[in-house]
């Protein structure tokens, strides 16, 4: 997504295209690139739906991934593309994923930093791709339409209880000094504590009713769970 050229001959003839980049992987100022690279390009193809996969709350915090899908999605605006903004707070498979650090990341760094009581906003990876489709498949309904997904909301606290239970152990905790963590995980190193202190005391939506209105079998954590019971060990 750095190389204009190359999403011209991606986007060439498409009806639509689904955005998203992963600043954690590129650094977020490459982030916007990336993201304004793809605007441009689907503007120059005359797609006639974009889709953005943003998070956060759409306004700028101090938090740089969030910030910098702020970035891109007001460039995808100047540009009065036919555009839905969907903004997910948090993936479930943070709970599990290798690239997170779960052990270190979501079961201790940000409990400590944000507070293990304090709730959040939970989607699945899965759940987006379904309701980005439908998004898709009814564009009179979703275009110009910015809406942030939940379909569940639980504090770190709730969802290590849900864990312990489903999948019969307790999750694997590995406890790292935060000044560590912001040295071994790259760029989400630099950027998780900073949005897990702003949790800390800030608000997220919560109402997971514009999620359900779109896709009513959007899993919660303990359907998730379920789910993922036979991929990870049971001890």
Known sequence: MADRSSLDAAIAGAYGVFSVQNGMTSGFEAEVVQGRNVADAARAAGVRHLVYG?????????IPSWDAKVAVTEHM?????????????????LMSDPAFYPAVGVWH??????????VVPWLAVDDLGAIVAKAFANPSGFIGADIPLAADVKSIDECRAEWTEVI???PQ??????WLFERVAGHAGKDLPVMWRWLRTESVP???SPTR???????????????????LPSR
């Open 54 to 62: 943003s998070a956060g709350i759409g306004s700028r915090t101090g």
């Open 77 to 93: 605006r100047e540009l009065e593309l036919p555009l839905t903004v969907f903004r997910p707070e948090a993936f479930m498979e």
């Open 109 to 118: 760094v940000m409990p400590k930093l944000m507070g293990g009581g304090r």
């Open 168 to 170: 019969g152990r307790r």
């Open 173 to 178: 905790r590995f406890p790292m000094p935060v």
């Open 206 to 208: 919560e109402d997971t």
């Open 213 to 231: 209105a779109i896709h009513p079998d959007a899993l919660t954590v303990r359907q998730w769970l379920e789910r993922q019971r036979d991929a």
